[in-house]
């Protein structure tokens, strides 16, 4: 999802800012459209069943195994990737029915509804409808079902007595709450209350955030959790730094020859 997500825009952009040619066909910018909100509209569905699978692993740990089963997880999956495709479907073939105008110029750095709906001829109001119900339910709709939960498991980390099993608990789910707020705050300011001509600029720059920013962080929010991650990350920065990669120093344990000859 994230490979799929992030090529979709991100390729084109870069090749636009790099040879200068800013022109897309037709048919590639309704494909991009269409990819960019059936992958995004999956991703949502997909951070519903993890807010699912965190109130499992947190609020009922010893049935987590029996329920959360791998059958149970490759059924979700595939129902987040059909529910998704059906929920987009509709407002992308209606939207073909509409012609566009002599104007070819977008607003935007690549193919999204609000500066094509600009280039429509016609009557755009249930376009915009459309929009606005598909945002609702795919956006709105997904974050209740993680609010919920998250209720839930704060009201269950809040009742662990030690200090450090509610600090174990809370970093259990804190890269997936990461992850909720960058997303779900960038996309309803884009699609629930959409940009209008003097805001369009302030929209472009939260787009960058939603296409670019986020699915780059991604794989550091959620990796950093592993401790050979942080370990190896520590352990870059220290060479970088020109300290002590392996902290032998600070433990008062010399250095043997072989360990001073690769780090100098």
């Known amino acids: 999802l994230e490979i799929g997500f992030t090529s979709v825009v991100t390729p084109q952009t870069l090749s636009h800012l790099l040879m200068g040619n800013k022109n897309i066909s037709y048919v590639g910018c309704m494909i991009q459209s269409f990819l960019y909100f059936y992958l995004g509209t999956t991703e949502f569905f997909l951070l519903a069943i993890m807010s699912y699978d965190r109130y499992l692993a947190i609020c009922n740990p010893l049935r987590y195994p029996s329920i959360m089963s791998k059958s149970l997880c490759t059924s979700l999956t595939l129902c987040c990737w059909i529910a998704s495709f059906l929920l987009i479907i509709g407002p992308s073939v209606v ?122 962080l991604n794989p550091f929010i959620y990796s950093l959790r592993n401790k050979q991650v942080q370990e190896a990350l520590k352990d870059h920065i220290s060479f970088i730094l020109h300290l002590d990669p392996y902290g032998l120093q600070a433990l008062g344990q010399p250095r043997n020859s072989i360990t001073r000859d690769v780090y100098l």
Do not use: W
Not at 96 to 104: K, R
Not at 125 to 133: A, D, K, Y
């Open 95 to 216: 939207f073909l029915q509409f012609p566009m105008c002599d104007s070819n110029i977008l607003d935007h750095f690549f193919c999204d509804n609000t500066p094509l709906n600009h280039l429509v001829c016609g009557d755009t109001r249930l376009l915009e409808l459309l929009g606005f119900i598909t945002a609702s339910l795919s956006l709105l709709g997904t974050l209740t079902i993680s609010v919920v939960f998250y209720i839930n498991i704060i009201k269950t980390v809040l009742s662990i007595p030690s200090a450090r099993g509610r600090k174990k608990a809370f970093s259990t789910c804190s890269s997936h709450f990461i992850v909720v707020s960058i997303t779900y705050g960038s996309c309803i300011f884009l699609y629930i209350n959409p940009a209008q001509d003097s805001k369009m600029e302030l929209a472009k720059m939260v787009a960058i955030l939603n296409t670019i920013v986020s699915p780059l």
